[in-house]
């Protein structure tokens, strides 16, 4: 039996140093994606020194609280780098990331 993993989405307010902005976070079977992204860097920010650097991400800021909805469940990616990938998450530094799904999530696909 194939086991289904759950996603569901964190919307909450966070300080990110430019005052209180809204933020979409995905949770993975109840684990923050951030906090999956830091299981999996850890070792290597360890290795060159920067352990602090393992999952400093944050939720992406939403300027209406509606427009996530296309970045994650349609055809409305939030794409940043110009190389089509959707971004998951953004840095707590403000930059956003669309690597995190590749390290993250797909040594958990199937397929």
Not at 13 to 25: M, N, R
Not at 39 to 46: G, K
Not at 59 to 73: M, P, S
Not at 82 to 97: E, I, K, N
Request: glycine share 14%; hydrophobic share 40%; proline share 5%.
């Amino acid at each position: 039996m194939l086991a289904v993993d759950v996603v569901e989405f964190h919307v909450r307010p966070a300080e990110l140093g430019v005052g209180e902005v809204i933020t979409v976070t995905p949770l993975v079977n109840g684990v923050s994606l951030v906090e999956l992204a830091r299981v999996v860097e850890l070792s290597s920010a360890t290795e060159h020194g920067e352990p602090g650097l393992a999952g400093a991400y944050a939720g992406l800021v939403v300027d209406e609280l509606e427009q996530w909805r296309g970045w994650y469940l349609n055809d409305e990616p939030q794409t940043w780098f110009g190389d089509g990938d959707s971004c998951l998450l953004g840095c707590t530094c403000g930059d956003v990331g669309s690597d995190v799904g590749r390290r993250v999530l797909a040594p958990h696909t199937a397929g």
